[in-house]
């Protein structure tokens, strides 16, 4: 399989917009090349700039662009990408997020996967979890260890919103619970609550390569595949899912997804969390935090914490 390598030059100010949009199509794995955040980190600290690598200078001296990867046989999303930048572009007037145009470069396999081991390294989530990516050796004793192939995931943990859903998984989920994760992706929120004690997740999302890609970490993560019930579909549309997935209760309920499906799953999310279950929804870009506090509340749920990160929140919830 080829691999298409997608950048779309904008400025520091259209970074979140674009990654808006992105995540609305599924793409939360991201590289930002952000020329105006590393000027002023160099105009900080100009002493230091002596040990600034001067390939690395030039580099990161171009124009401010964010970078992603999708399959050869997807390149069809990229037309519904372009319509959302025209219109971003054509909202705005000042011309404060830049030109918000789409370059495309065809990659063999082995390209993707080298472009991704220069960017993606080991990381740390609440001094509990490691993620790291398969080729780097790394010594690690007192951490549980969330092992993945960046090149052939979606959805690595280096975002935001996953990464705060990841602070909060690895502090609340008790031995023996059972988890629903909504939007599954690469499974990554599931099969970390699993490395973390659950005894059951079942993860749900409606791109059928999900199928492969959790099966794959699973396997990776040495994590028997018959604790993790993989499904696909559309809960919202498909009656059979629905009805399958509505037979057990869950104690802890993830959706890492956009604003409007949030909104969208809450009455059945509150059909299916336990009594004292806790569910966590994350990906809300700032202008719709509001709206979804107000719906979050008035579906019958309860606001225990409210988390910011960048221009995005995440909120864990309780039934009223």
């Not at 396997?219 to 629905?242: M, P, Q, Y």
Request: net charge negative; hydrophobic share 40%.
């Amino acid at each position: 399989m080829d691999w298409i390598k997608v950048s779309i030059f904008t400025k520091s100010a259209g970074i979140d917009a674009v990654l808006g949009i992105l995540l609305d199509f599924g793409i939360d794995s991201t590289q930002i090349s952000d020329e105006g955040e590393f000027s002023d980190f160099l105009e900080d600290n100009k002493k230091a700039w002596d040990y600034v690598d001067e390939n690395l200078r030039k580099e990161m001296a171009q124009e401010t662009h964010i970078d992603f990867y999708v399959k050869s046989d997807e390149i069809d999303v990229l037309d519904g990408i372009k319509s959302e930048l025209f219109k971003l572009k054509s909202s705005d007037n000042n011309g404060i997020y830049g030109r918000l145009e789409l370059f495309t470069e065809s990659l063999k396999n082995d390209d993707w996967l080298n472009s991704w081991k220069k960017h993606f390294h080991t990381f740390t989530i609440a001094d509990k979890l490691v993620i790291k990516p398969y080729w780097e050796e790394t010594e690690i004793s007192d951490k549980k260890v969330f092992e993945i192939n960046p090149g052939l995931s979606f959805g690595t943990g280096t975002h935001h919103t996953t990464k705060m859903c990841l602070e909060d998984i690895v502090n609340i989920v008790k031995d023996n619970d059972t988890v629903l994760d909504l939007g599954a992706g690469s499974g990554i929120l599931s099969i970390v609550s699993l490395l973390f004690g659950a005894s059951k997740a079942t993860a749900i999302d409606i791109d059928e390569n999900s199928l492969k890609t959790i099966s794959e970490n699973l396997e990776r993560n040495k994590i028997s595949r018959d604790k993790c019930d993989i499904l696909i579909g559309n809960v919202l549309e498909n009656d059979a899912l629905r009805a399958e997935v509505s037979k057990s209760k869950y104690d802890l309920v993830l959706a890492n997804i956009v604003a409007d499906v949030v909104i969208a799953l809450l009455p059945f999310i509150r059909e299916v969390i336990s009594q004292n279950g806790i569910f966590i929804a994350s990906g809300i870009i700032e202008d719709r935090i509001s709206e979804v506090r107000e719906k979050i509340i008035s579906c019958g749920f309860d606001i225990i914490s409210e988390k910011r990160s960048a221009d995005w929140a995440e909120f864990m919830c309780r039934l009223q």
